[in-house]
């Protein structure tokens, strides 16, 4: 399809929200493994869902909050294969963490703390503005062209 060509399909943006979402959460899921998990006794949903857990205060909350900055960087990754346009970047990002909010308050209650709102903020902006970085390089690259004739094989045709 090409860039130019409107069509609003919300089935398509409903499949890229539940894949990007998915793929967020599988994402934080492998970083707070990595990071969290070898710090603590038993993994579980609150270091996903409860604004406790996102503290500078000690070594696991550092750890916590490392994991929801990478899943933002992968996240933009993420924004360039699914995506792939940068106006769409920032709307899909704050998706993602309008969800991510909604979660949160189902599982944990209202975030009260400010460093959760620092960390998700600035994830947000990381997500959409370097999603909209590498969808800008993608789309500002050349359209390459191959030559399958001879520039004389194009001239006689060109006068059939």
Not at 30 to 46: C, D, E, K, Q, Y
Not at 107 to 115: C, F, Q, R, V
Not at 140 to 146: A, C, N, S
Request: aromatic share 16%; net charge neutral; charged share 10%.
């Amino acid at each position: 399809m090409f860039y130019g060509a409107v069509v609003w399909d919300p089935w398509l943006i409903v499949a890229q929200i539940v894949c990007l979402q998915c793929l967020y959460y599988l994402t934080l899921g492998v970083f707070l493994a990595i990071l969290v998990g070898t710090r603590v006794s038993r993994m579980s949903l609150v270091y996903f869902f409860d604004y406790s857990t996102l503290t500078g205060a000690t070594i696991t909350g550092w750890c916590v909050i490392t994991a929801f900055g990478l899943s933002a960087l992968a996240g933009a990754v993420f924004l360039l294969y699914l995506v792939e346009r940068a106006k769409k970047c920032l709307d899909f990002s704050a998706t993602l963490y309008v969800i991510h909010l909604f979660i949160c308050i189902i599982y944990g209650g209202w975030p009260s703390s400010i460093t959760w709102w620092v960390v998700n903020g600035t994830c947000l902006a990381m997500m959409a503005l370097l999603g909209e970085y590498l969808c800008i390089i993608r789309e500002r690259r050349e359209i390459p062209i191959t030559r399958y004739r001879s520039m004389d094989s194009c001239w006689v045709n060109m006068f059939d």
